[in-house]
């Protein structure tokens, strides 16, 4: 069973509830949250922490009030994880005004893109984003592209963004390394490592949030997957 909550950024916090809500967050975030400069980054960052206390904590079926703030550790290719719970994976992600989680019992990796508004130019935003997609998507990905009309291509090019994200967080490869060294196989809801014909891994979409790609990617294609706000 995989769970995967969203929840709104905070907007504002009174300075008491922002230190309450601060002593839940692990300690890593935490003092990475108290070095930023901006209040809106703090804001994000905060709300993904608490988001993640709070999921771990019914993951647990503990009381998230009374549970200390959880010790998060990160492996060699910074992918992070809970020391002491070896069957309890997770990841973050967060963009626009949204955070989100996923938590389960097999390796996860989710991702959210909020989707670019239109420039006033009648085109979408898309194209602001063409050298990304010839970065990093494979010479497939962006022939469906521009096979798309005008009126899909950023909901199609913020989706494959949102899918490989997803994939390089389950992996762990990491964006740095790139996004083209693995297929999308749509028909199957699969990603396929280039070469290869079995899939390495699966992936569902969400629509719950307008003007939002949300994705989460796991190798295992029986589990359950349960989208929640909160």
């Not at 108290?34 to 771990?56: F, I, N, P």
């Not at 490869?173 to 290869?196: Q, T, Y």
Request: net charge neutral; proline share 3%.
């Amino acid at each position: 069973m995989i769970a995967v909550y969203y929840r709104k950024v905070f907007s504002h916090l009174e300075e008491d509830a922002f230190f309450r809500l601060l002593g839940k967050v692990e300690a890593g975030r935490r003092e990475r949250l108290l070095k930023m400069k901006g209040k809106e980054q703090q804001m994000c960052s905060l709300a993904a922490g608490c988001l993640l206390h709070d999921a771990l904590c019914r993951k647990l079926g503990e009381p998230a009030g009374d549970r200390d703030a959880f010790q998060v550790a990160y492996g060699t290719m910074g992918k992070p994880y809970l020391p002491g719970y070896p069957g309890i994976h997770f990841n973050l992600s967060h963009s626009g005004e949204y955070v989100c989680c996923a938590v389960g019992d097999v390796p996860v990796g989710v991702d959210l893109q909020k989707k670019a508004a239109r420039d006033g130019s009648g085109q979408p935003g898309l194209w602001r984003y063409k050298r990304l997609a010839e970065r990093f998507f494979t010479r497939e990905d962006n022939l469906r592209l521009e096979a798309c009309c005008e009126e899909e291509r950023e909901d199609w090019f913020f989706r494959m963004w949102s899918v490989k994200e997803s994939y390089s967080k389950l992996s762990g490869i990491g964006i740095a390394r790139g996004l083209s060294g693995f297929e999308i196989d749509w028909e199957r809801n699969a990603v396929l490592e280039k070469g290869r014909v079995e899939p390495w891994a699966y992936f569902a979409e969400q629509d719950k949030l307008g003007g939002y790609s949300f994705s989460l990617c796991t190798r295992d294609r029986g589990q359950e997957i349960a989208w929640k706000e909160g």
